[in-house]
């Protein structure tokens, strides 16, 4: 949770950890965007499958605008509508400063992704999500894409990408349709992350309940 900023961008994760950066509810003065909590495991509306969007509208462009400001803010390079529990196709990357956290941003917005060919060929690279912090496996996933989308504007685009691009398109997309990058690694390694969040989520609730401190002041 405490990941030093500079630190995370070295790694090779697809959305970096890091939740010290997070303003709930703030919204910034100077841009109207607004910041929103990413959800995290074992939050079940990582789960839903997205419905498309009708076209996009001034309402879909503020949804992309929040999507990215919590995206930098995490910091991440890559952020889908279902993580913040907007339950629509949208979703935005920049893998700008993935490399180089000097290079100049380079946001892309996307509505509706759909991939359209795969390669056969594969690439293998750890990943991380914001909504699974502090946890990175190795994910093997096509090494190029085509996707078809609409861009901010609502024009239909298609983007073909490799490397980690390609790796992150493949990563949000996931998202949109309920899928977590835990999904694609052993069964193992996956109910011992989800049992790991399960059980501190079941803390966390305890420690909520009303009573219990005031039980334990009484025992001190
Ligand atoms: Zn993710």
Redesign the pocket.
Known sequence: MHRPRRLSWRRTE??LAGHDAYVIGFTSAKSGMALRSIITLPDKRLRIRAAPVAGVDGEVRALMDDLLESMYAAPGI?L?AT?IAVPKRVMVLDVAKRQDETASSNPMFFANPEILWASEETSAHEEG????PEFFEEVVRPARVRVAYLDRFGKRQEIEAESILARCLQ??ID?LNGV??IDHISRLKRERILKKFSKAAKRESEDRKPGRHEAEAERA
Not at 129 to 132: A, M, N, P, T, W
């Open positions: 697809i959305d890559g889908a993580q999500c914001l909504s699974i990563h949000e998202h977590l990058f």
